[in-house]
């Protein structure tokens, strides 16, 4: 990833936060990219949930593929601060890291926020212009999961990109399959672990010809 990439992302996305009104401005886009969509929403919609003139927008954001950059970045730094105040790091083997890494993945998931919906739902192709940004946000996040698989103790014939694409893709549909229940977005990171480890630890298991060699 570029430092010019990771520069012109800072630059697009630290003058949100300076104030309340810019806050707000950030949260209305959130809102309205999680509901109708980046493409169905207007910057007349988002300037009307904000009691601004669309004017006032385009003072602080040049068109909406620079807004939706900056609500994508907030999405994402809440993400990893979630991760790093778990700190799943500290004294950790990695499986109980990857664990600890979809507890909170799952937890942003599930909180049902705006700014994880637009993070998860809003493919970074949508908005041509910051694409490239986008993915470079993306790949912020996907980096720390990339990291601990490459650490996983996995059999030489597992694919870890697959792997760790796989893993992430079941946790970003968590809104969809998960119902309500006892289990916690832990107890969900715990089973997600669980039913991805057995497998790549054991090629026995979904191998049946190994098993047959190894008996004979």
């Known amino acids: 990833m570029s430092q010019q990439i990771l520069a012109k992302s800072d630059k697009a996305a630290a003058a949100p936060r300076a104030n309340n009104r810019l806050d707000r401005l950030l949260d209305a886009a959130a809102e309205l990219f999680a509901v109708k969509g980046f493409r169905g929403t207007t910057m007349r919609e988002i300037a009307a949930g904000t ?11 040049p068109s909406k593929d620079e807004l939706l950059l900056a609500v994508y970045e907030e999405g994402v730094n809440r993400l990893i601060a979630r991760i790093e105040a778990a700190d799943p ?10 664990e600890a890494v979809l507890a909170m993945h799952l937890e942003t998931i599930l909180d049902g926020s705006a700014y994880a919906q637009v993070i ?27 990291e601990i698989v490459a650490e996983l103790p996995l059999a030489p014939d597992v694919d870890r990109s697959l792997f760790r694409l796989f893993l992430i893709g079941a946790a970003n549909h968590a809104h969809v399959w998960r119902r309500d229940g006892p289990r916690s977005p832990a107890g ?23 098993t047959r060699e190894r008996s004979s």
């Open 89 to 98: 790091g500290a004294g950790r083997a990695p499986w109980g890291r990857l």
């Open 51 to 61: 009691e601004m003139l669309p004017g006032s927008i385009y003072y602080h954001f």
């Open 188 to 210: 969900l990171a715990a089973e997600l672990v669980r039913l991805f480890r057995l497998p790549s630890e054991c090629p026995a298991a979904i191998n049946p010809d190994t």
């Open 120 to 146: 998860n739902r809003v493919l970074p192709d949508e908005a041509p212009k910051v694409t490239t940004r986008l993915i470079a946000l993306r790949d912020l996040y996907e980096a720390m999961v990339t």
